[in-house]
C-alpha cells in the first residue's frame, strides 16, 4: 500500500530502531506510518532459506542479557541456545571454555584450558563478575581506554587474550584490534554474563517480524524508499508524505545523507561462509573460535544450537572473517577448526555484509541526541550502542521524545530524553 499524503508522524526505516519507534507510537494511538526501501522489515536482521537451510545475512544471535529483550515476546521467538563459552584450538587439540553457572559439569575443563593458568583465569571471572554485577553507571563513570588496555589491565594474559578474548570479541565487536571502547566491552560483556545467546526458531529475521506484526498492516509500506527528508515532509520516488514529526531511523550513512548534522560511521564489515556438514562433530552447542594466525574469527554450528536451521538433520556451519574472503580461502581453515576433512564441507552460499554495524571507538558516544529540532528525530545503533541492544533503546528513547513533542511538552533538540535505556 502506497503512503499517505498525510500522517501524524513518518518513521523512515523498519530495522529495530524504527520498529521500536513505531510500536510505542502505535500503542499510544498515534497516527504513525513506517516507510522502508526494503520488501521486507527487521532491517540488518534478515534470514533467507537457501536449499531448505535458513541463513541469516551474516552470523548474529540474540543475547538475554540485553535489557531491551524486555521488549520481545521470547517465548514466541522459540530459541534454540548456544552455551555461553568457546571452544579454542591450541596445538591442534580443542579445549573448551564454559560458563560454569550455567554447565557446572564443564568446570573441569575450564579449569584446564590452557588461558595462562589459575590466576589468570581469576582475573577474567572478576572482570566477569564486575562487567555483569556492577551498576550500569559505575561502568560508564569508569576511566576509558581501548579493550584490549582494559583487559590487560584487568590481568587475564596474552595468552587468554590471543587465543580466546580476541577471537571471541572479533567476532562481536566486528574488529580485531580490540580497540572498541571499554565501556562498549564492559556493556557486551554485561550482557553475556547476565544473559544467554540464542537462535529463533524461524531465523533472525523473526526478531524484527515478531515487533512488525504489533502494528497494523496498513501502516507499513515496504519497497518505499526515501529520497529526502526536510522539517514536515518525507519525500520518496512515488511521492510526498507530510507530518508533523518525522523520524529517520535508516543505517548511520543513510541518516547522514538525509540529514545535515548527522555523522556517518566507519561501518564494521563480515564475511561468512555457509557449509553443510553430514552431521555436526561437537557434543555441544559452542561457538568455535578461529587461531591467532588464521583468516577465521569463529566458525559456528548453528544447527546445534537451532536444529530448525536445518532441513533434515544434516549440520548448517557459518564460518566468519572480517576481511572479505573466498571460499576456498577458508574451506581448509574451516575443516581443521571443526576437526573434519576439507572434502567434507558442502559450500551452501557466502554473504559480504559491508554495513554491518558502526564503531565503538572511544569516546563511547553513547545514548547521542536523537530529537534534531523542528520535529526531525533520529534513531538507530549508531545513536546508542552498534547492536540489537542499542538499535532497540534508540527507538524507546526516541518514542518517548516524540510522544513529549506530540503532548507539547517537547524536549530540547540536543537535550538527553528522560527515557534511559
Ligand atoms: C552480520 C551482522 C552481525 C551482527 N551481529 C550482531 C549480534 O550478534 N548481536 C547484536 O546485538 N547485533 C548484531 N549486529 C548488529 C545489529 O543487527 C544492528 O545493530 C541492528 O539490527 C541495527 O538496527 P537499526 O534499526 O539501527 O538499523 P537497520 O537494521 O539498518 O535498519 C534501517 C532500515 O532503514 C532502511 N532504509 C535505509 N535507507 C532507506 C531509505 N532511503 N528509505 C527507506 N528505508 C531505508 C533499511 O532498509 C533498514 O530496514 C549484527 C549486524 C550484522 C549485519
Not at 546508542?384 to 533503546?393: H, N, R
Amino acid at each position: 500500500m502506497s503512503p499517505p499524503s498525510r500522517a501524524e508522524v513518518v518513521v523512515v526505516g523498519a530495522g529495530l530502531a524504527g520498529l521500536s519507534v513505531a510500536t510505542r507510537l502505535a500503542a499510544a494511538g498515534r497516527d504513525v506510518h513506517v516507510l522502508d526501501a526494503a520488501v521486507h522489515a527487521g532491517g540488518r536482521l534478515s534470514t533467507a532459506r537457501v536449499d531448505g537451510f535458513l541463513v541469516d545475512r551474516g552470523f548474529q544471535v540474540l543475547n538475554t542479557g540485553y535489557p531491551r529483550v524486555a521488549d520481545l515476546d521470547l517465548p514466541a521467538l522459540d530459541l534454540g541456545w548456544f552455551w555461553t563459552g568457546a571452544v579454542f584450538r591450541v596445538d591442534g587439540r580443542a579445549h573448551r571454555v564454559v560458563d560454569p553457572r550455567q554447565h557446572p559439569g564443564a568446570l573441569p575443563d575450564t579449569l584446564r584450558a590452557p588461558l595462562g593458568g589459575p590466576l589468570r583465569e581469576a582475573a577474567l571471572g572478576a572482570f566477569s563478575a564486575r562487567a555483569g554485577y556492577a551498576p550500569v553507571s559505575r561502568l560508564l563513570a569508569a576511566r576509558e581506554r581501548t579493550a584490549a588496555e582494559a583487559l590487560r589491565a584487568a590481568g587475564v594474559g596474552e595468552r587468554a587474550l590471543e587465543v580466546f578474548l580476541r577471537p571471541f570479541l572479533a567476532g562481536v565487536l566486528l574488529e580485531d584490534q580490540l580497540e572498541t571502547s571499554s565501556r562498549y566491552l564492559d556493556l557486551v560483556w554485561r550482557s553475556f554474563v547476565r544473559g544467554r545467546v540464542g537462535l529463533p526458531a524461524a531465523g533472525m529475521h523473526a526478531v524484527g517480524q515478531q515487533l512488525a506484526d504489533r502494528l497494523p498492516a496498513d501502516r507499513l509500506h515496504l519497497g518505499v524508499r526515501v529520497t529526502g527528508v526536510e522539517s514536515g515532509v518525507v519525500r520518496t520516488a512515488s511521492g510526498t508524505t507530510t507530518a508533523p514529526v518525522v523520524v529517520v531511523a535508516t543505517d548511520p550513512d543513510t541518516a547522514a545523507a538525509l540529514l545535515p548534522g548527522v555523522q556517518g560511521s566507519a561501518p564494521r564489515q563480515v564475511t561468512t561462509h555457509l557449509h553443510v556438514l553430514p552431521e555436526s562433530p561437537w557434543p555441544d552447542p559452542l561457538i568455535v573460535l578461529g587461531q591467532p594466525r588464521g583468516q577465521l574469527v569463529n566458525s559456528v554450528v548453528v544447527s546445534d544450537a537451532q536444529p530448525a536451521y536445518s532441513p533434515d538433520g544434516r549440520a548448517l556451519v557459518a564460518s566468519s572473517t572480517l576481511a572479505p574472503t573466498r571460499e576456498a580461502d577458508v574451506r581448509a581453515e574451516v575443516a581443521g577448526l571443526h576437526g573434519v576433512s576439507p572434502g567434507d564441507l558442502d559450500h551452501l552460499t557466502s554473504v559480504t555484509v559491508t554495513g554491518a554495524q558502526p564503531a565503538a571507538a572511544p569516546p563511547l558516544q553513547h545514548r547521542r541526541p536523537v530529537d534534531l529540532g523542528d520535529g526531525v528525530f533520529v534513531c538507530g545503533d549508531h545513536r546508542d550502542t552498534p547492536s540489537i541492544q542499542g538499535a532497540m533503546a534508540s527507538g524507546r528513547r526516541t518514542a518517548h521524545a516524540v510522544l513529549a513533542r506530540l503532548r507539547g511538552g517537547g524536549t530540547s533538540p540536543g537535550a538527553p530524553s528522560p527515557a534511559r535505556a
